[in-house]
């Protein structure tokens, strides 16, 4: 039933490193708005690129049907891009400037002042800040890497730890073909929420996480036992944050534009190299990569992105902002968008998954 609410028209954007699930919360906050509240919605393509540029897409039923099953982001988007920080080049040095300002006029010439913002720690930041500058907005939580502060899952994540899973099962039998050490590593940034499940779900020996510095003595002898005891391959998976005892993080680029520039990667390679060395047995790496940020969203991304957005819609209706939608024991609750905005949640030793690891025998690389 369509109701007569104050705001009349949302805009809807999705920032950061896509994941599949975007387009799911895209269909279900267009759903909300028109179907239930009679609100418009346009979309901002690019994250907040588009909006420095001040472009704008009509969002309806037609043009979002079909979409709630496909991965990426029909509006596209910029994990490099924020109005606080804008790269110029004046007089042959580049500096950075504030175009926050600007962005707040191109809502008000859209007639435009409430925002819905899909995003990680990042986005989430540049959307308090828009809501520091008075602009009414609600932050939905999405990244494969799940390390969102204030909730328990964010959108992509499910769908990241199945394509995760669904290649440790194919390696489980190459690997024991050749009587080989597979080592996986995954995307997570610091947190080492994909590796867990993954490694959980996957059915690894040994999972490097972040949150725990590992020894490759250890992890070596662990996986020799192993060998001459039960098993005669076995599968390693390893978060690209996850670094040796007194080691650091292998970074594979920075990215000077970016808010948050360092991208990791290749620790897996090493990691493959070292154990090769220790246990003299064959070994070989592979980096899923982008391959899980990739494809249709499974069944729970999809649940949980309709659930956000109808969330999300409403807390617009509620005249509740600078807030954030949030999953916590099976519910969707409202906290303050601060609570998500660069801020990270990472595995703790109480967590029940870890535990879980540890239960089954699982190698962690702090102990043999
Ligand atoms: O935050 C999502 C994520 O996929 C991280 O897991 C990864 O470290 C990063 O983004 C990769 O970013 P880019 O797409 O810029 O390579």
């Not at 050749?178 to 995307?187: C, S, Y």
């Not at 949980?304 to 519910?331: C, I, P, W």
Request: charged share 25%.
């Amino acid at each position: 039933m369509k109701k007569n609410h104050p705001i009349k028209k949302i805009a809807l954007l999705t920032g950061g490193g896509d994941c599949p699930g975007l387009n799911s919360v895209i269909r279900a906050v267009v759903q909300s708005c028109i179907l239930e509240h009679g609100i418009q919605v346009v979309g901002i393509p690019d994250g907040f690129k588009g909006l420095l540029e001040n472009k704008f897409i009509p969002l309806d039923l037609l043009n979002t049907t079909g979409i709630l099953s496909k991965g990426g982001t029909i509006l596209g988007s910029s994990n490099v891009d924020t109005p606080f920080r804008v790269p110029v080049t004046k007089e042959g040095k580049k500096i950075y400037e504030d175009r926050s300002d600007e962005v707040v006029q191109h809502l008000k010439q859209e007639r435009v002042d409430t925002m819905i913002v899909v995003g990680g720690d990042g986005t989430q930041s540049i959307a308090h800040g828009m809501s520091q500058k008075g602009i009414k907005v609600v932050g939905i939580p999405k990244t494969i890497d799940n390390d969102l502060n204030g909730t328990e899952f964010t959108i992509g994540f499910y769908t990241a730890v199945t394509t995760a899973v669904e290649a440790l099962d194919k390696l489980h039998t190459t690997a024991e073909s050749h009587h080989r050490i597979m080592v996986v590593e995954v995307m997570g940034r610091n947190a080492g929420w994909i590796a867990l499940f993954a490694g959980l779900g996957g059915d690894a020996d040994v999972i490097l996480l972040p949150e725990i510095s590992f020894d490759l003595n250890k992890v070596g002898a662990y996986l020799n036992d192993l060998y001459h005891s039960r098993k005669k391959y076995s599968i390693v998976v390893v978060a690209e944050g996850a670094k040796p005892i007194g080691g650091d993080v292998v970074v594979s680029k920075i990215i000077e534009d970016s808010p948050e520039k360092i991208r990791l990667g290749g620790i897996g390679h090493r990691v493959a190299e070292q154990l090769e060395k220790i246990t003299g047995r064959e070994s070989r790496a592979i980096v899923l990569g982008h391959l899980l940020r990739g494809g249709a969203p499974e069944g729970f991304d999809r649940i949980l992105a309709s659930r956000f957005g109808v969330a999300a819609v409403q807390a617009v209706v509620e005249g509740k902002f600078d807030t954030m939608v949030a999953y916590r024991n099976d519910n969707v609750e409202l906290v303050p968008l601060e609570t998500g905005a660069g801020k990270n949640r990472f595995i703790s030793p109480e967590s029940p998954f870890l535990q879980t690891a540890r239960h089954r025998g699982i190698c962690l690389g702090d102990s043999i």
